[in-house]
T-cell receptor, first 115, second 118 residues
Framework: AQSVTQLDSHVSVSEGTPVLLRCNYS??????LFWYVQHPNKGLQLLLK??????LVKGINGFEAEFKKSETSFHLTKPSAHMSDAAEYFC?????????????FGSGTRLSIRP | GAVVSQHPSRVICKSGTSVKIECRSL??????MFWYRQFPKKSLMLMAT?????????EQGVEKDKFLINHASLTLSTLTVTSAHPEDSSFYIC??????????????FGPGTRLTVL
């Protein structure tokens, strides 16, 4: 069985400071892991994905995430927050064994940016 | 590449009427499409999975007679909310995956449809 836990429902940082959004997963098999961003009343945009290649994954808009198997974590980071980063972020896990299988969404983390 | 569209983006209807939402993969063949529902400030809840040419598989608790899903072609899936009621008001999001557009179970999401039932 798979599951994903986003440890913080809300994170608030000042503009220009680092961002850390935490995600832990549980998977019986090798997982694929994704981070998506959703701006208000919009669809989901893929930020980055881990699919068994490099454990440090770089995404769009300066975001990156590191897959740590020993910690079952896939935390999302960004060195310097921008006002446009304010949005809802979802960590997602999928089982790589089968194609087109269901994906499991975390509960989401709302990121607020203070001027 | 891998663009998914939804139509309409927003719909308001009267209670008791039916509403159809379309989901299209614009530049790839989607062998599997997924329909999600999102309540305000909540995560996405998977409603059903549909494979082209076969019946959709509904998640537990989702009424298949209420939410009709058709996946007649490799680029189009439709969700029809039948006899809609105010409690059906929500943000509905589709996604698609397929051999031509994804790997490692990546799903490509549509922009969503905001349904308001009066």
């Amino acid at each position: 069985a798979q599951s994903v836990t986003q440890l913080d429902s809300h994170v608030s940082v000042s503009e220009g400071t680092p961002v850390l959004l935490r995600c832990n997963y549980s998977s019986s098999y090798s997982p694929s892991l994704f981070w998506y961003v959703q701006h208000p009343n919009k669809g989901l945009q893929l930020l980055l994905k881990y699919t068994s290649a490099a454990t440090l994954v770089k995404g769009i808009n300066g975001f990156e995430a590191e897959f740590k198997k020993s910690e079952t974590s896939f935390h999302l980071t960004k060195p310097s927050a921008h006002m446009s980063d304010a949005a809802e972020y979802f960590c997602v896990v999928s089982d790589r064994r089968s194609s087109a299988s269901k994906i499991i969404f975390g509960s989401g983390t709302r990121l607020s940016i203070r001027p | 590449g891998a663009v998914v569209s939804q139509h309409p983006s927003r719909v308001i209807c009267k209670s008791g009427t039916s509403v159809k939402i379309e989901c299209r993969s614009l530049d790839f063949q989607a062998t599997t499409m997924f329909w999600y529902r999102q309540f305000p400030k909540k995560s996405l809840m998977l409603m059903a999975t549909s494979n082209e040419g076969s019946k959709a598989t509904y998640e537990q608790g989702v009424e298949k007679d209420k939410f009709l899903i058709n996946h007649a072609s490799l680029t189009l899936s439709t969700l029809t909310v039948t006899s809609a009621h105010p409690e059906d008001s929500s943000f509905y999001i589709c996604s698609a995956s397929g051999p031509g557009g994804s790997s490692y179970n990546e799903q490509f999401f549509g922009p969503g449809t905001r349904l308001t039932v009066l």
